[in-house]
């Protein structure tokens, strides 16, 4: 059976001292859940604090991106060696975000999911479409390309390390959340394009989370979808409370 993941992008925000605090009062909060696997993805500069606090605890640490050399010339980059070396588990890969301002592209997404895998991280794959897109009916071509583009060429070894991450664009950060139907059609949909390519039993196994403006009042309605196992939270999750009850709505 599949495990839920709850994953927190704090994306550019907190400074050290912030991100400690925010990862102890956390800490406090969920302490004893382990029905659900917790993630915390704080910016670079926070990693190694927030590694250090939650030695012990069940929560595990995120980075928001990587590259996908290991080292060399490649100023301002970061590698999954060294996400690894600090106690990274999990890399959000291909964020809305990253896609919209620094031209992220599928291919470079299936690049670093490749060498994450390689390297020994879970990639949080994020998929999601435009509302322009969705107004033109064009959600599941999106989708569809999105996934082919990074995921499509992955062994089925390394497809079952990868989570993906459905966040229609026109609700990250805007207060919209795409209801608990609409959301369920698309992970249905990503479910079948894992099925028809990997086989069942792995499309089974996979986590596919929400992302998109979840709160502590939606995310059990979102959670409790067939196909969503998962949510990837932002703005919610820089609030130790918000979090720990979006956490405790997936129990
Ligand atoms: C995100 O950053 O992945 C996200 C879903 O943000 P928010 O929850 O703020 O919409």
């Not at 690894?84 to 592209?105: A, I, N, P």
Request: glycine fraction near 10%.
């Amino acid at each position: 059976m599949r495990k839920t993941i709850i994953a927190g992008n704090w994306k550019m925000n907190k400074l050290i001292s912030e991100a400690k605090v925010l990862v102890q009062e956390l800490k406090e909060l969920v302490s004893g859940i382990t029905e659900i696997e917790i993630v915390v993805c704080p910016v670079y500069t926070s990693l190694y604090v927030v590694s250090q606090e939650i030695k012990g605890s069940n929560i595990k640490l995120g980075a928001q991106d990587c590259f996908w050399e290991e080292s060399g010339a490649y100023t301002g980059e970061v590698s999954p060696v060294m996400l690894k070396d600090v106690g990274v588990e999990f890399v959000v890969l291909g964020h809305s975000e990253r896609r919209q301002y620094f031209c992220e592209t599928d291919e470079w997404v299936n690049k670093k999911t490749k060498k994450a895998i390689e390297i020994g991280l879970r990639p949080i794959v994020c998929v999601g479409e435009k509302l322009e897109e969705r107004e033109a009916g064009k959600t599941f071509s999106i989708i569809e390309k999105q996934l082919e583009g990074g995921l499509g060429n992955l062994s089925p070894e390394e497809i079952k390390k990868v989570v993906i991450a459905y966040e229609p664009v026109w609700a990250i950060g805007t207060g919209k959340t795409a209801t608990p139907e609409q959301a369920q059609e698309v992970h249905k949909f990503i479910r079948n394009w894992l099925s028809e390519k990997f086989g069942d039993e792995i499309a089974e196994g996979i986590t596919i989370q929400y992302g998109g403006s979840v709160k502590p009042g939606n995310a059990k309605d979102l959670l409790s979808q067939k196909d969503i196992d998962g949510a990837l939270v932002g703005g919610a999750s820089l609030k130790a409370q918000d979090f720990a009850q979006i956490i405790k709505a997936g129990l």
